[in-house]
């Protein structure tokens, strides 16, 4: 079975936050690959000695990279935890982000507690795939495969 992917995102004064996450959780993300934004990557690198996959930092287009990663069908989980008392210069990409996740039916954690059911979850962990997006209310949208 080809190795899930977990994207791993956190705003500034939530960074020390998702590192420790990870780190209590370094062995459920022992078998999954890691992608981050750009600052958050570097730190998740750091936290747990071991690659991630790194994008573009978070304002320079990092939100979307990962969004267009869920698009494609290459992102299995998305833990984002983004700071809820403070506005960010990229709020439309955070919310291009989050809309994208939902269409997509990707699973989202925003906070320590829904992280920890999802990535403890054994539907993560064994051959669980999450029903392909519906778009059939939205007929006339054309996709790559029409
Ligand atoms: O801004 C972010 C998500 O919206 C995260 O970006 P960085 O990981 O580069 O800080």
């Known amino acids: 079975m080809a190795s899930k992917n977990v994207a791993l ?3 500034d004064n939530k960074k020390k936050e998702l590192v420790a996450w990870a780190q209590k ?4 993300l022992a078998p999954l690959t890691i992608w981050g934004t750009g600052t958050t990557g570097r730190l998740i690198e750091e936290g747990l000695n071991r690659p991630v ?7 320079l287009g990092g939100d979307q990279q990962i969004g ?9 989980l998305l833990i984002f935890f983004w700071d809820p008392l403070e ?3 990229h709020d439309p990409d955070i919310k291009a982000l989050l809309r994208i996740a939902a269409l997509y039916n990707v699973p989202v954690a ?25 778009f059939s209310a ?3 949208r054309s996709t790559p495969a029409d």
């Open 9 to 11: 995102v956190a705003h």
């Open 25 to 28: 959780h370094k062995d459920h």
């Open 53 to 59: 996959t790194r994008l573009l930092s978070g304002p």
């Open 68 to 76: 267009a990663k869920i698009a494609e069908g290459a992102i299995d």
């Open 87 to 89: 506005p960010q210069p």
């Open 110 to 134: 925003c906070n320590k507690a829904s992280a920890d059911f999802m990535i403890m979850s054994p539907l993560l962990h064994n051959d669980y795939t999450a029903d392909a997006p519906d």
């Open 138 to 140: 939205y007929a006339n």
